[in-house]
Every structure is written in structure tokens, then in C-alpha cells.
């Protein structure tokens, strides 16, 4: 069973945003709130790539390229984490995937299309 569960993918116009949910299943929720987890991403043809990571204390880190328009953060209850996606474009399109790091829990992925 699939520990990590996202949500919030969709079909948005080139300019418009998302926020992405990635929650833990009950078995792996005390894990969940003491790791930092990950947002990735991967489109066809393309290698898995890092978008952004919370500490369990809320330290936030990303990739250079999405600074300016990703925001992660995390619930204050540590049950879930968010990415906010603001100003999306055309080659934002692509699974997105959530990461508890430090261990092998992946979620299924939530499919983000940015198309007119």
C-alpha cells in the first residue's frame, strides 16, 4: 500500500495555480512529522527532478529555477505538506511526486497540466 497520498493536480491555464497536498497514511504519520519531505516531479522522456523540501521544523529549500514561484510549506499539525504553484507554465506539466527522504515511501504522483 501506498503510504503518501497527493492530491491537487489538475488541468490550469498557462498563469494559473495549483497547490499540491501530500499526506501520510496513519501507519507512517509519527515518521512523517520528524523527516522532511519532498516534492519532485518527472514528465515524459525526463529524469526525476527535485522541486523543493520542509524540515520537520519548517525550513524550506528549493531548486534554484522555482524559487520565485513554488512555495512549500507545512501543516502546523506536521499532517501534511503543500506546493503552492503560482505563475505556472506549459513545461510545469508533469507527474508531481511527494518523498518522505530519508526512506523509500514515494507517493502515486498527481498529474499537473498547464495547457490553454
Known amino acids: 500500500q501506498v503510504q503518501l497520498v497527493e492530491s491537487g493536480g489538475g488541468l490550469v491555464q498557462p498563469g494559473g495555480s495549483l497547490r499540491l497536498s501530500c499526506a501520510a497514511r496513519?501507519?507512517?504519520?509519527?515518521?512523517?512529522?520528524?523527516?522532511?519531505v519532498a516534492w519532485y516531479r518527472q514528465s515524459p522522456g525526463n529524469l526525476r527532478e527535485f522541486i523543493a523540501k520542509?524540515?520537520?521544523?519548517?525550513?524550506?529549500e528549493y531548486s534554484d529555477s522555482r524559487q520565485d514561484r513554488f512555495i512549500i510549506s507545512r501543516d502546523a499539525t506536521k499532517a501534511a505538506v503543500h506546493l503552492q504553484m503560482n505563475r505556472l507554465r506549459p513545461e510545469d506539466t508533469a507527474m508531481y511526486y511527494c518523498?518522505?527522504?530519508?526512506?523509500?515511501?514515494w507517493g502515486q504522483g498527481t498529474q499537473v497540466t498547464v495547457s490553454s
Open positions: 518523498h518522505l527522504m530519508s526512506t523509500d515511501y
Open positions: 496513519e501507519s507512517i504519520k509519527d515518521l512523517y512529522s520528524i523527516l522532511s
Open positions: 520542509i524540515s520537520h521544523g519548517g525550513v524550506a
